[in-house]
T-cell receptor, first 108, second 114 residues
Framework: GIQVEQSPPDLILQEGANSTLRCNFSDSVNNLQWFHQNPWGQLINLFYIPSGTKQNGRLSATTVATERYSLLYISSSQTTDSGVYFCAVAYNTDKLIFGTGTRLQVFP | NAGVTQTPKFQVLKTGQSMTLQCAQDMNHEYMSWYRQDPGMGLRLIHYSVGAGITDQGEVPNGYNVSRSTTEDFPLRLLSAAPSQTSVYFC?????????????FGPGTRLTVT
């Protein structure tokens, strides 16, 4: 099955800094999603992005499917950005495979 | 819309007990799924359904049963709870019958088996 690796595993930032989170996957995909799990455990879908680039406010994501990676950019980070960011992928299956996540802590 | 709802929020079971975790969605989504999340790990798929009357196994199905008699509900049954099933359980749904759309998650059920 598809393997999903996320880096870095942990990230500590000061408020206002920018960051880039990476998701590598081992095979072709036709579904790639980024999720944010807040400190209370709620999972929020950030982007559905099997290819191309999308932006939503301070967050943007790019997936280069031919090179099997996706990047999540967070600009001008805020304390509310803290939590764990997951990448999840699928290819021609009904099973979404999650990476182990990047834990982000943003300090004021 | 309430979105995806899960009950209970917390549950403590003794080894060998059975119970059902409830999941419901009011968005008329065809695809529903159950995941478990263990400390420091991502989510692992337990079972999923692409529509009423259709279910299939995910990565870690052993010890769990599901059924899908309606579009709205997708309960997860633990047949004989074991300490290894201590975890946080998430239910999710998405439109369509495949994974071509974003998934919406419920708030989770934190289960402890002693």
């Amino acid at each position: 099955g598809i393997q999903v690796e996320q880096s870095p595993p942990d990230l500590i930032l000061q408020e206002g800094a920018n960051s880039t989170l990476r998701c590598n996957f081992s095979d072709s995909v036709n579904n790639l999603q980024w999720f944010h799990q807040n400190p209370w455990g709620q999972l929020i879908n950030l982007f559905y992005i099997p290819s191309g680039t999308k932006q939503n406010g301070r967050l943007s994501a790019t997936t280069v499917a031919t090179e099997r990676y996706s990047l999540l950019y967070i600009s001008s980070s805020q304390t509310t950005d803290s939590g764990v960011y997951f990448c999840a992928v699928a290819y021609n299956t009904d099973k979404l495979i999650f990476g182990t996540g990047t834990r982000l802590q943003v300090f004021p | 819309n309430a979105g995806v709802t899960q009950t209970p929020k917390f549950q403590v079971l003794k080894t060998g007990q059975s119970m059902t975790l409830q999941c419901a969605q009011d968005m008329n989504h065809e695809y529903m799924s159950w995941y478990r999340q263990d400390p420091g790990m991502g989510l692992r798929l337990i079972h999923y359904s692409v529509g009423a009357g259709i279910t299939d196994q995910g990565e870690v199905p052993n010890g769990y049963n599901v059924s899908r008699s309606t579009t709205e509900d997708f309960p997860l049954r633990l047949l004989s709870a074991a300490p290894s099933q201590t975890s946080v359980y998430f239910c999710a749904s998405s439109p369509g019958t495949d994974l071509s759309y974003e998934q919406y998650f419920g708030p989770g059920t934190r289960l402890t088996v002693t």
